[in-house]
Structures are given as C-alpha cells and as structure tokens.
C-alpha cells in the first residue's frame, strides 16, 4: 500500500510538472517565432535570459536544422543537439520531452533514464511561421524540487506506515490473544475432562460463537459429571442390592452349617429364608438386565396396534385379589378404547407396576382408582391412590435407579429399587411420557402418556 501510494503522488507530481513546462514551453515559443524570423537575436537571448532566470531553467533555441541560434546560458551556441526530442520536433511532432541525468559539464548528450532518480528535463516544442517549421525551442529544468518533495512524501508516508504497522501488529496481538483466551480455556477444559475432571467449567463472556461454544462445554461437562455420578452411583447400590441377599443366605448356611442340632421346623424357615434371598437376588440381576438392554439400545419392541383399556382392565383384574386382601378398594373408569402402537408384554410390565405400587402403598380401607381418558392424540392413564405419597423432596428422583423413599418405603415392601426407572424406559421407547404428582399422607397419582395410533390408511380408530 506504501508502494502504491508513492508511485500515485510521484505520478501525480511529475504529471503537473510536464503541464506545467508545456504550458511555459507554448506560450514561449509563440513569442520566440517572430524573434527568430526576423533574426533578433539579441532581443531573443534577453527573453530566454529572463525566462530562465524566473523559471531556474535553461531555454534554447534551434534552426530547423537543429543547431543552437541562442542559449540562455550562452555555452551552447552554434552546437547541433542530438536529443531524441529534438529530432522527434523536427520530424514533425508539435512537442516532446523527457527525463535525461545531469552531468558535471552540464551537457545534454546524456543517454535517457527510466529510472526514478531523474534529474533534468527535456521539453521540446516547434516554432513556427505561417504553418511552417522555422525552428525548435528546448526547455531544460532541474526536476530537484520534484524528487525532494517526492522523497519528503515518501518519507512522511513511510513514517506514517511504519506507525500503523506497528500499531496494527499490537492490536492484532490483543485480538488474537483475546480470541485466543476463551480456545485455551476450552482446550485446558478438554484435557482435564481427558484426566477425568467432569466439573471442570469454562468462563463464558459475551454472545458470539466462541461464546455459545463454551456454553455447549458447560453443558456437555454438566451431563457427564451427572453421568459419572449415577454411573458410580448405580455401581454402588448394584453391588448393595446384590451384596445384601449374598450376606443374607450366607448368614442364614452358616448357621445351618454350624448348629449342631436343628428341627425340622427350623431348618425349613431357614431354608424358605434363604430362597426368598435368592428369588430377590433373582429380581435384582433381572431388572439390571433389563436396564442394560434399555441403555445399550439392545432392547426391540414387538410393536403391534393394541387396544389400551382392554390392556390396563387386564391388569387391574389381576390385581383385584390383591387389592382385596389388602382391604383397598380398586376400581377402573375408562370408556375410551383407542388403540397405539405398543408391545404387548412392556405395556404390562408397566401398568402392572404401577398399580402395584400404588396397592402397597396405600393403608388397608383406602382406594386406588385407575383412570383412562383421551385428548386428542394422546392417551391419559391415571393411577390415582389416597395412600401415604411421596415427600416433595422425593419427587424428583422417583424414578431413579435403585431410588427409595426412606418412609415407609424399605426393603420390606419387595421390589429391587429399579422398577419405576424401568418404567419410565419403557414409556419412552413408546414414545410416550411419564410423571407423578404427590402430596404426603394425602396420596399420588402417576401419569402415563401414550400418543394414539392413526391408522396408515386414515381410518378411524376404535
């Protein structure tokens, strides 16, 4: 850009130097025609003496031959000048000129120079008289001024330039260390989630790309450090729920194994003690399977269009006797039989959780009522029971693996801790949803939602 710049001002400078000499060199030769025809030679060296002087310039005039009639420095008199713009005038060009190097004998038989370090120039413009050729004026000017203007520009230019560079790299420095600070955080975020620090978080400033990119980090550091911790969670009460029934049977072999006399009776407790472990132990590495099969993506559904009051009065009924020997009302309310698209035996498993759950849970004399309704797409299933319910601060983590309620909800109920999280997978792969809402000692209610089937060819559904 500096080059450019000083080639456009040098262009520029030159450029009204030649307007200008041209203009000096048109006007002078209109007034040196007459001297020169009518050989008034003295009159005609005090004009090219004085516009030397005024102009500090040297003024010649030629024949049509070419040879010097008057020189304003009077060295040059009756010498021919064997310059190209000389000869170019004499070949019938009206001017010419062009850029010659000074010497120390202030000669003009000097080859031309193309470059930029120019000292002198040459303009050379036709006389004449009545149309014809009488002779050729030559102007010579030192082009000094030009070139130290020119180089003061340059300089001054080149000052500025250098400035701007220097304050262009500084800044760049900033930006890119500005940039540069948040992809370091994150670069130093990867590698400690790489060492295994999931809480790891980055700084977020502003609202840009770079921003939004540590917000996605936050996020994903987030969602790994819940992971790890259920992961490790899940270990942990896997290796509870499988170490407690081992301790259990263990116990109970040991001291068969170790008592002297036992009766039958005893032994026979002892032994109905020990396979009740094992059926819980049995329940436990079942439902394990099962979550791994969910998780690995493993597990297929056996979809097919079924009907979903038939399916849940299916499972109230065989829930019926238990309701009753537990002293609890149960009763089913659904006159909308719409189908979905779902596998029989996991639609069953999750209902028949459910209301089982909501059996024991509820005080002999309560009720558990179960409700079916349709709204638009969607299937409602109510579980709805008056039993104990679920502290609020449960709630949230009802259906986490191996969750319980500490009140009244302990091993002694049954089940392995891992049902409700079953559930709710299985509603998922339905691609449905499901939520609980509860108040303690007052009852809870689970919500299954199931999207209805529409049949390919648009007929209506049951």
């Given at each position: 850009m500096t080059v450019s710049v000083i080639q456009l001002v040098g262009e520029y400078l030159f450029n009204q130097r030649v307007r200008e000499e041209e203009r000096v060199t048109e006007e002078l030769a209109g007034h040196i025609s007459p001297l020169l025809t009518s050989y008034k030679t003295d009159d005609m060296y005090a004009l090219l003496r004085a516009t030397g002087e005024e102009y500090n310039a040297r003024v010649l005039v030629l024949n049509a031959y070419g040879v010097v009639q008057a020189d304003s420095k009077s060295i040059l008199n009756g010498h021919v000048l064997p310059l190209e713009e000389v000869k170019s005038v004499l070949g019938g060009l009206i001017s010419d000129y062009g850029y010659y190097q000074a010497s120390p004998s202030d000669s003009f038989l000097m080859e031309k120079d193309t470059h930029a370090g120019a000292m002198t120039g040459i303009y050379a413009r036709s006389i004449m008289d009545d149309g014809a050729l009488v002779g050729v004026l030559v102007y010579a000017s030192t082009e000094h001024d030009i070139y130290d203007g020119l180089i003061q520009v340059t300089r001054q230019i080149a000052y500025v330039m250098l400035a701007v560079s220097a304050f262009v790299c500084l800044?760049?420095?900033?930006?890119?260390?500005?940039?540069?600070?948040?992809?370091?955080?994150?670069?130093?975020?990867?590698?400690?989630?790489s060492k295994g620090d999931f809480s790891y978080r980055v700084r977020v400033r502003g609202k840009d790309e770079l921003s939004d990119l540590a917000r996605a980090?936050?996020?994903?550091?987030?969602?790994?450090?819940?992971?790890?911790?259920?992961?490790?969670?899940?270990?942990?009460?896997?290796?509870?729920?499988?170490?407690?029934?081992?301790?259990?049977?263990?116990?109970?072999?040991?001291?068969?194994?170790?008592?002297?006399?036992?009766?039958?009776?005893?032994?026979?407790?002892?032994?109905?003690?020990?396979d009740k472990e094992i059926d819980r132990l049995s329940y436990v590495v079942s439902d394990l399977l099962t979550l791994v099969s969910i998780d690995s993506g493993k597990m297929r559904l056996n979809a097919a269009p079924l009907l979903i009051r038939d399916l849940v009065q299916e499972n109230v009924k065989r829930l019926s006797p238990l309701a009753r020997e537990r002293g609890i009302e149960l009763e089913f309310a659904g006159r909308e039989n719409a189908e979905v698209m779902g596998d029989t035996m996991k639609l069953n498993q999750v209902f028949y959780n459910l209301i089982d759950n909501a059996i024991k849970y509820t005080p002999r004399g309560g009720s558990v009522r179960v409700d079916l309704t349709r709204q638009g797409k969607t299937v409602f299933t109510r579980i709805i029971d008056n039993g104990i319910?679920?502290?609020?601060?449960?709630?949230?983590?009802?259906f986490d693996r191996f969750y319980r309620v500490d009140k009244a909800r302990s091993r002694e109920t049954g089940g392995t801790g891992l049902g409700l999280s079953i559930v709710k997978q299985i509603v998922l792969l339905h691609s449905g949803d499901i939520s609980v809402s509860s108040v303690e000692n007052e009852g809870t209610t689970f919500v299954v939602e199931l999207p209805v089937y529409i049949k390919p060819n648009g007929g209506k559904n049951a």
């Open positions: 800044l760049s420095i900033v930006i890119v260390r500005l940039f540069m600070r948040p992809v370091n955080e994150l670069q130093s975020g990867i590698a400690q989630i980090f936050n996020s994903m550091s987030t969602r790994i450090e819940t992971l790890d911790r259920s992961r490790n969670q899940f270990v942990s009460n896997a290796s509870h729920e499988l170490k407690t029934p081992l301790s259990t049977m263990k116990i109970l072999l040991q001291t068969v194994l170790y008592q002297d006399s036992f009766d039958t009776d005893m032994t026979k407790e002892f032994l109905g003690d020990i319910g679920i502290p609020k601060e449960d709630v949230l983590h009802i």
